[in-house]
């Protein structure tokens, strides 16, 4: 009589939308660590200055700004430096971006190895979230050098205890720019066009969010337009960072639970799409 044979794992359809697997996500946890080394190391590799492009781009992003916006439209800063308020913004946008535009590519740039190998699907975008943040915590390490910098000069930027809530505005950017991107995945299986429209977008985007002006301006000058820059979610995470590190800017509670809010339902929904698309998407794409 033949023993019955034993499986160390067994490969079974999911049973419902809102089964995600923990589990199954922490059994593949070396996987992810293997993920984030790659896009940490390997993103700049065969390239001059490597790593350096993490500082490059928003400071020479930052000085643009200065030119253009602060320069010759005179953009108000809320009487704050112009290097420390453009990137304050930026820090925030750039996470926020970074996380949305690869993560809404994850099915069209990682189908040969979806077609190959079973692994949790959420393993891709979850380890750009995280690899994202290590180049946020560098950008943001030139940040405090420039805010060293205007305090050695003498300017003192009001520095106070809602810079505490780094971490919670970090989480929601991260769960914004996954949720984003989980469903824009899920939806370019079938519409290829959406890519571009994604990319386009996401610029749009920036100048409906107060990166290169201040809440105050809009408040003052375009009120007609409130409602929109209120509506987005971005908008009480940014002027959070600002008033927390700066002291300047508008902070509210409910804002910001409005965007955790936001957050979180852009998350289930974009867990839901992804898990029902990653079932039968080779079939598609």
Excluded at 102 to 125: E, H, M, W
Excluded at 168 to 177: R, S
Aim: aromatic share 18%.
């Amino acid at each position: 009589m033949m023993e019955e044979e034993k499986w160390s794992l067994v490969i079974v359809p999911k049973t419902g939308l809102f089964k995600l697997d923990l589990g199954e996500l922490w059994r593949y946890r070396d996987l992810l660590v293997m993920y984030i080394h790659r896009d940490i190391v390997t993103f700049y590799k065969q390239t001059i200055l490597g790593p350096l492009w993490f500082l490059i781009q928003p400071l020479f992003t930052t000085l643009m700004f200065m030119f253009v916006f602060g320069g010759i439209a005179g953009i108000s800063t809320d009487g704050l430096p112009q290097p420390l308020f453009y990137m304050a913004g930026l820090l925030c946008w750039n996470y926020f971006a970074e996380c949305l535009n690869r993560c809404s590519d994850t099915f069209n740039a990682n189908q040969n190895v979806f077609g190959k190998v079973y692994f949790p699907r959420l393993i891709v975008p979850l380890s750009i979230v995280v690899s994202s943040i290590v180049k946020m915590g560098i950008q943001f390490g030139l940040f405090l050098f420039i805010y060293l910098y205007y305090i050695v000069g003498g300017y003192s930027p009001v520095l106070n205890a809602y810079a505490f809530l780094l971490p919670l505005l970090i989480l929601i950017l991260a769960g914004l720019g996954l949720g984003f991107g989980l469903l824009i995945s899920s939806l370019t299986t079938k519409y290829r066009d959406l890519r571009f429209l994604v990319t386009f977008g996401v610029q749009l985007w920036m100048y409906a969010t107060p990166v290169i002006y201040p809440l105050s301006v809009m408040q003052q000058d375009h009120r007609q337009y409130m409602w929109l820059i209120l509506a987005n979610p971005l908008t009480a995470v940014i002027e959070t960072f600002k008033f927390g590190f700066l002291g300047e800017g508008t902070f509210s509670w409910w804002y910001l639970g409005y965007s955790f809010c936001f957050m979180a339902v852009v998350m289930l929904l974009g867990m839901i799409t992804f898990n029902k698309v990653q079932r039968s998407f080779m079939d598609v794409i």
